[in-house]
């Protein structure tokens, strides 16, 4: 009963993102007031039946309602009830409902937080986000029925992924599907804004908070995948240039340069059509993710079960979509030239430099990502791009970057001359220069050039995104949100480089066999094996082995590694033991047994690789605090410069 | 049929659990960390997104033990690289050679960066001929 | 203003793009063996190890090599096809037996052929239980030839010619459409397809 309730609900929650769009484009362009409050309602209606859905879906998994075919597949009775809710969006289907959710909650805020906005504008925005709300409820209905019923009911279901039974990875897809969806809002904003064909600065500060926060999810949805790759996939690596990965840090680049363009936009009327484009490709970027994700178009280890139906209604929906959004583009964008400039070395070119560079790496990502695609397609051959290619050609562009980002953070919009700051950046440039070769030097030893340009860069960028909170707190001055956000954020750069450049430098792993009361030397730590004992859980058996870890006779830490079976998929799985300190991670992954009670095992010496997750959290932070600045919340003073947005604020 | 074996060829790489060894392949630390390399930049074709290094695969394991008695012979990278080519051609390797196929991926990065510098020299020297100030809208920097 | 029209033109293409790849199959990879002579192998029998079968014996007549094994579920599947395609007889057909990963031992050291002749006797028994396709059948037992071939998944079957160059692989399990479509035509021109 429960299941048809939500198969009910989708669909209503479909018949209502008709009505959000219709009226919502209709109305505006009509110019009819009542038309366009009819929106308001619709949008409030999806997201009840949206939720209604996604809570049917939960209830169902909460139940071990089994007599549904997606619950049957994902979940299983012996699952932990976390896992359960978790298991919502463990695959295809339910990740869907989850994404729609997710967009009705995302336009309900939109709806809830526009009074500072003309009712057009809205009416717009609301209008593209129902149009695209449609297309995913369809999908979702014709393609990807996840209360589609089993008969007969099975006995009990065939679990979850065991790889997903992890509480990094629970979060990890609302995370990113969060991210993902606020894409949808700059884009909506963006295509508002050329159906209206008006376009300034105060458009973009209603766009910026709403850019930030797709963006901060973003960061850390992505963060968070990063971090379960680590210890669960056991492989100690943290980004390892998978297809899937890529697909989610492509709109990551592309929002990190639209929230800088948008600055741009908001303070000085500038960039405008450039603004629009990276907010429509920010969204048709996260859309191609889950293209490339759903339609087994290209290899990864992530990717769902492929189905090319499935693939083909994406792409169709992908193409009308964005499509439709470039072509207003290229009839629109001539319209918002403006004709104000701003001296070479000035803020504003700092931020096109960071905006080059950061498309450049979106470009190189995106080739790389698709390459082999396009040479089997000319019939070249198949070939494999990966790591080796990623890793060289992503610091080409990063580089120059994150030199230009201390200078940049100081420069002074339309002139910057440096004046104040000129002696206190070379100042600080000569000490991160120091410290930045003496200190990796002393500690860790010598790795390569690029190893102490990366502590150099981070410590710099780590001083001088200090300098302007520092200085202002002594002076007693106010502090705005939005720079003490943005200074936050780019300290937790810095944090990234350095943890992402030492532990790539200097991490130490090695494989070797141990059997209880042998102990081994690695990395100036000694390892011995205690003991080895077999664990039962619910829904899973384990040999778990007890590793303790001295320096210099003095205990360090005791790790715990798991080799697992889970019972229903019967998939062998590694826990890896990991004892992690705020300098380095000691890391035990247990491989097979070797007879004679000998495992071998993979032993890792990680330092400093908290910094990335940590760095990563820091700059997520920094995005939800420049988020909250106050003159988001203030009606513009300067309204009556805009005389459309004013004739539109009175009553008709 | 196909999708049958599909199915079973994903069978055997969904078990999360990476290669681990029983010891280092090589009393040399310089050979062994050739091994790692090599193992890392070639391509499990049994488990598609993973190096022959971390698979747990039957073929990785046996591609391993194939790398390893290949540089205990004194194989070169280039002549172990052409060995796995010849047999599994360039899918295996995960850096593709420099070919006239691969040309653009491998200029891309450069290409991307000067092409992204040359735009962004040329909007600076138009924009520094224009006003400051756009009078239609002169942006809230100062608000 | 076609600078306006660049990102429509880029991202049309990419559609296309993606719209051809849709149906496009990512598993099969195409071997680079094809025009190039076969590796040379000597093997010891299935059904007797001490006899020792080499690729010269087989020289200058065209032949099949079917890579398989007993754990393989793939060559279940096509194992009734394959002897349909056995009772034509339109060329030898040589099993290439291989157990699932190089049956070594934790030093990676070969096992001695006590050891592996339980694996050598699940092949046999399949043969005998299922019907015997092959002319002959070899072990491979530490995949050198299989490795040699580039094989990375059974089945897979090669179509070998009279200077031992390797002219066509069909990867996956074979059928009697894929046999009549991609190898009877090679076969053809030096000898009858009647049967």
Same mark, same amino acid.
């Given at each position: 009963?429960?299941?048809?309730?939500?198969?009910?609900?989708?669909?209503?929650?479909?018949?209502?993102?008709?009505?959000?769009?219709?009226?919502?484009?209709?109305?505006?362009?009509?110019?009819?007031?009542?038309?366009?409050?009819?929106?308001?309602?619709?949008?409030?209606?999806?997201?009840?039946?949206?939720?209604? +859905?996604?809570?049917?879906?939960?209830?169902?998994?909460?139940?071990?309602?089994?007599?549904?075919?997606?619950?049957? /597949?994902?979940?299983?009775?012996?699952?932990?009830?976390?896992?359960?809710?978790?298991?919502?969006?463990?695959?295809?289907?339910? $990740?869907?409902?989850?994404?729609?959710?997710?967009?009705?909650?995302?336009?309900?805020?939109?709806?809830?937080? $526009?009074?500072?906005?003309?009712?057009?504008?809205?009416?717009?925005?609301?209008?593209?986000?129902?149009?695209?709300?449609?297309?995913?409820?369809?999908?979702?209905?014709?393609?990807?029925?996840?209360?589609?019923?089993?008969?007969?009911?099975?006995?009990?279901?065939?679990?979850?992924?065991?790889?997903? /039974?992890?509480?990094?990875?629970?979060?990890?897809?609302?995370?990113?599907?969060?991210?993902?969806?606020?894409?949808?809002?700059?884009?909506?904003?963006?295509?508002?804004?050329?159906?209206?064909?008006?376009?300034?600065?105060?458009?973009?500060?209603?766009?910026?908070?709403?850019?930030?926060?797709?963006?901060?999810?973003?960061?850390?949805?992505?963060?968070?995948?990063?971090?379960?790759?680590?210890?669960?996939?056991?492989?100690?690596?943290?980004?390892?240039?998978?297809?899937?990965?890529?697909?989610?840090?492509?709109?990551?680049?592309?929002?990190?340069? &639209?929230?800088?363009?948008?600055?741009?936009?908001?303070?000085?009327?500038?960039?405008?059509?450039?603004?629009?484009?990276?907010?429509?490709?920010?969204?048709?970027?996260?859309?191609?993710?889950?293209?490339?994700?759903?339609?087994?178009?290209?290899?990864?280890?992530?990717?769902?079960?492929?189905?090319?139906?499935?693939?083909?209604?994406?792409?169709?929906?992908?193409?009308?979509?964005?499509?439709?959004?470039?072509?207003?583009?290229?009839?629109?964008?001539?319209?918002?030239?403006?004709?104000?400039?701003?001296?070479?070395?000035?803020?504003?070119?700092?931020?096109?430099?960071? !905006?080059?560079?950061?498309? +450049?790496?979106?470009?190189?990502?995106?080739?790389?990502?698709?390459?082999?695609?396009?040479?089997?397609?000319?019939?070249?051959?198949?070939?494999?791009?990966?790591?080796?290619?990623?890793?060289? +050609?992503?610091?080409?562009?990063?580089?120059?970057?994150?030199?230009?980002?201390?200078?940049?953070?100081?420069?002074?919009?339309?002139?910057?001359?440096?004046?104040?700051?000129?002696?206190?950046?070379?100042?600080?440039?000569?000490?991160?220069?120091?410290?930045?070769?003496?200190?990796?030097?002393?500690?860790?030893?010598?790795?390569?050039?690029? =190893?102490?340009?990366?502590?150099?860069?981070?410590?710099?960028?780590?001083? $001088?995104?200090?300098?302007?909170?520092?200085?202002?707190?002594?002076?007693?001055?106010? &502090?705005?949100?939005?720079? &003490?956000?943005?200074?936050?954020?780019?300290?937790?750069?810095?944090?990234?480089?350095?943890?992402?450049?030492?532990?790539?430098?200097?991490?130490?792993?090695?494989?070797?066999?141990?059997?209880?009361? /042998?102990?081994?030397?690695?990395?100036?730590?000694?390892?011995?094996?205690?003991?080895?004992?077999?664990?039962?859980?619910? !829904?899973?058996?384990?040999?778990?082995?007890?590793?303790?870890?001295?320096?210099?006779?003095?205990?360090?830490?005791?790790?715990?590694?798991?080799?697992?079976?889970?019972?229903?998929?019967?998939?062998?799985? =590694?826990? @890896?033991?990991?004892?992690?300190?705020?300098?380095?991670?000691?890391?035990? @992954?247990?491989?097979?047994?070797?007879? !004679?009670?000998?495992?071998?095992?993979?032993?890792?010496?990680?330092?400093?690789?908290?910094?990335?997750?940590?760095?990563?959290?820091?700059?997520?932070?920094?995005?939800?605090?420049?988020?909250?600045?106050?003159?988001?919340? /203030?009606?513009? @003073?300067?309204?009556?410069?805009?005389?459309?947005?004013?004739?539109?604020?009175?009553?008709? | 049929?196909?999708?049958?074996?599909?199915?079973?060829?994903?069978?055997?790489?969904?078990?999360?659990?990476?290669?681990? *060894?029983?010891?280092?392949?090589?009393? *040399?630390?310089?050979?062994?960390?050739?091994?790692?390399?090599?193992?890392?930049?070639?391509?499990?074709?049994?488990?598609?997104?993973?190096?022959?290094?971390?698979?747990?695969?039957?073929?990785?394991? *046996?591609?391993?033990?194939?790398?390893?008695?290949?540089?205990?012979?004194?194989?070169? *990278?280039?002549?172990?690289?052409?060995?796995?080519?010849?047999?599994?051609?360039?899918?295996?390797?995960?850096?593709?050679?420099?070919?006239?196929?691969?040309?653009?991926?491998?200029?891309?990065?450069?290409?991307?960066?000067?092409?992204?510098?040359?735009?962004?020299?040329?909007?600076?020297?138009?924009?520094?001929?224009?006003?400051?100030?756009?009078?239609?809208?002169?942006?809230?920097?100062?608000? | 203003?076609?600078?306006?029209?660049?990102?429509?033109?880029?991202?049309?293409?990419?559609?296309?793009?993606?719209?051809?790849?849709?149906?496009?199959?990512?598993?099969?990879?195409?071997?680079?063996?094809?025009?190039?002579?076969?590796?040379?192998?000597?093997?010891?029998?299935?059904?007797?190890?001490?006899?020792?079968?080499?690729?010269?014996?087989?020289?200058?007549?065209?032949?099949?090599?079917?890579?398989?094994?007993?754990?393989?579920?793939?060559?279940?599947?096509?194992?009734?096809?394959?002897?349909?395609?056995?009772?034509?007889?339109?060329?030898?057909?040589?099993?290439?037996?291989?157990?699932?990963?190089?049956?070594?031992?934790?030093?990676?050291?070969?096992?001695?052929?006590?050891?592996?002749?339980?694996?050598?006797?699940?092949?046999?028994?399949?043969?005998?239980?299922?019907?015997?396709?092959?002319?002959?059948?070899?072990?491979?037992?530490?995949?050198?030839?299989?490795?040699?071939?580039?094989?990375?998944?059974?089945?897979?079957?090669?179509?070998?010619?009279?200077?031992?160059?390797?002219?066509?692989?069909?990867?996956?399990?074979?059928?009697?459409?894929?046999?009549?479509?991609?190898?009877?035509?090679?076969?053809?021109?030096?000898?009858?397809?009647?049967?």
């Amino acid at each position: 009963m429960i299941a048809e309730l939500g198969h009910f609900a989708l669909i209503l929650a479909f018949c209502l993102t008709l009505p959000q769009a219709f009226f919502g484009l209709v109305g505006a362009h009509a110019r009819k007031p009542h038309w366009m409050r009819v929106t308001n309602g619709a949008v409030a209606g999806h997201f009840v039946f949206a939720a209604v +859905a996604f809570a049917c879906l939960a209830y169902a998994f909460y139940v071990n309602d089994f007599s549904v075919l997606y619950v049957a /597949q994902n979940s299983n009775s012996a699952l932990p009830t976390f896992y359960r809710f978790a298991a919502v969006w463990g695959a295809h289907e339910g $990740s869907l409902v989850l994404w729609l959710f997710m967009q009705a909650a995302w336009t309900l805020s939109v709806a809830g937080f $526009s009074r500072n906005m003309p009712q057009g504008m809205t009416s717009r925005v609301l209008g593209v986000l129902g149009v695209i709300s449609a297309g995913f409820a369809l999908f979702i209905l014709t393609t990807s029925n996840p209360f589609e019923r089993l008969w007969p009911a099975a006995v009990d279901g065939r679990d979850l992924n065991p790889l997903l /039974q992890d509480p990094a990875l629970a979060v990890h897809p609302p995370m990113l599907y969060a991210g993902y969806v606020g894409m949808s809002v700059p884009f909506a904003f963006a295509v508002a804004a050329m159906l209206e064909g008006k376009l300034d600065s105060i458009w973009a500060r209603w766009v910026r908070p709403w850019a930030n926060i797709a963006w901060m999810f973003l960061t850390i949805g992505i963060a968070l995948g990063s971090w379960w790759a680590y210890y669960e996939l056991g492989w100690g690596g943290w980004w390892f240039w998978d297809p899937v990965e890529n697909a989610s840090f492509m709109p990551w680049l592309i929002a990190t340069a &639209l929230i800088h363009s948008l600055a741009v936009t908001e303070k000085r009327g500038l960039f405008k059509s450039w603004t629009l484009l990276l907010s429509i490709t920010g969204f048709s970027l996260s859309l191609l993710g889950t293209f490339l994700v759903r339609s087994g178009i290209i290899e990864s280890v992530h990717a769902f079960a492929s189905d090319p139906s499935r693939g083909l209604f994406i792409l169709v929906f992908l193409g009308l979509c964005i499509g439709v959004a470039l072509g207003l583009y290229a009839w629109r964008a001539p319209r918002f030239r403006s004709q104000a400039g701003f001296a070479p070395i000035s803020r504003e070119s700092f931020l096109l430099f960071n !905006n080059v560079l950061l498309v +450049a790496a979106t470009g190189l990502i995106l080739l790389g990502t698709l390459y082999p695609m396009f040479l089997d397609a000319f019939g070249l051959g198949k070939i494999s791009v990966g790591p080796p290619y990623f890793t060289v +050609a992503f610091l080409i562009p990063m580089l120059p970057l994150a030199f230009l980002l201390a200078p940049g953070m100081h420069a002074s919009w339309k002139r910057a001359t440096f004046e104040r700051t000129k002696r206190l950046l070379l100042t600080l440039f000569a000490i991160a220069l120091v410290l930045g070769i003496a200190i990796p030097l002393v500690v860790y030893g010598w790795h390569s050039v690029l =190893t102490l340009v990366g502590v150099i860069v981070a410590l710099w960028i780590a001083f $001088s995104s200090l300098i302007e909170p520092l200085q202002r707190l002594r002076k007693r001055q106010s &502090l705005s949100a939005s720079v &003490l956000g943005m200074s936050i954020a780019h300290f937790g750069l810095a944090l990234f480089i350095l943890g992402a450049t030492i532990v790539e430098s200097h991490k130490e792993e090695a494989d070797l066999s141990l059997a209880p009361g /042998q102990s081994t030397e690695h990395a100036g730590f000694v390892f011995t094996m205690n003991s080895l004992r077999e664990v039962e859980c619910p !829904n899973y058996r384990a040999i778990e082995s007890e590793i303790v870890i001295t320096r210099d006779g003095e205990r360090v830490a005791m790790l715990h590694p798991q080799k697992r079976i889970y019972r229903v998929q019967q998939n062998p799985m =590694t826990e @890896a033991g990991i004892a992690g300190a705020w300098n380095r991670d000691l890391f035990a @992954a247990m491989g097979e047994p070797l007879g !004679n009670g000998a495992w071998s095992l993979r032993l890792q010496y990680k330092p400093m690789v908290r910094f990335i997750w940590l760095g990563a959290f820091v700059v997520a932070l920094g995005g939800l605090i420049a988020a909250c600045d106050r003159r988001y919340r /203030q009606r513009v @003073a300067a309204e009556a410069t805009s005389p459309a947005a004013a004739a539109d604020a009175k009553p008709a | 049929m196909r999708a049958i074996v599909v199915a079973l060829m994903l069978v055997f790489c969904v078990q999360a659990a990476q290669a681990i *060894d029983a010891g280092p392949a090589f009393e *040399d630390p310089a050979l062994q960390a050739r091994y790692e390399r090599l193992g890392r930049e070639l391509r499990c074709l049994q488990c598609r997104s993973e190096t022959i290094f971390d698979s747990n695969a039957s073929l990785a394991v *046996d591609l391993r033990r194939q790398l390893r008695e290949l540089i205990a012979e004194g194989k070169s *990278d280039d002549e172990i690289m052409q060995y796995m080519t010849d047999r599994y051609s360039d899918y295996v390797r995960y850096k593709p050679p420099l070919a006239p196929r691969t040309v653009l991926l491998w200029a891309a990065p450069i290409l991307l960066v000067l092409g992204g510098v040359g735009v962004a020299i040329t909007v600076i020297l138009r924009k520094s001929r224009l006003p400051e100030d756009d009078p239609v809208d002169p942006g809230l920097g100062a608000s | 203003m076609w600078r306006y029209l660049l990102p429509v033109g880029i991202f049309g293409v990419l559609i296309a793009f993606f719209f051809a790849g849709l149906g496009r199959d990512k598993q099969t990879l195409p071997s680079p063996l094809i025009g190039k002579p076969a590796p040379e192998w000597s093997l010891p029998r299935l059904d007797d190890p001490t006899q020792v079968i080499s690729s010269k014996d087989l020289a200058g007549q065209k032949y099949v090599v079917n890579v398989w094994g007993p754990w393989c579920v793939g060559c279940q599947v096509e194992h009734p096809e394959l002897m349909k395609i056995a009772s034509r007889k339109a060329v030898p057909m040589i099993g290439l037996t291989v157990p699932q990963g190089a049956l070594v031992d934790k030093q990676g050291e070969p096992l001695p052929l006590e050891d592996v002749w339980s694996e050598m006797q699940l092949g046999l028994r399949w043969l005998r239980e299922l019907g015997d396709p092959y002319d002959v059948s070899v072990f491979d037992q530490l995949w050198k030839t299989a490795i040699d071939l580039g094989v990375y998944g059974a089945p897979e079957t090669f179509l070998i010619d009279e200077h031992g160059t390797v002219i066509h692989k069909h990867t996956g399990p074979i059928d009697m459409a894929a046999w009549e479509r991609d190898f009877l035509p090679k076969i053809a021109p030096s000898r009858s397809t009647g049967g």
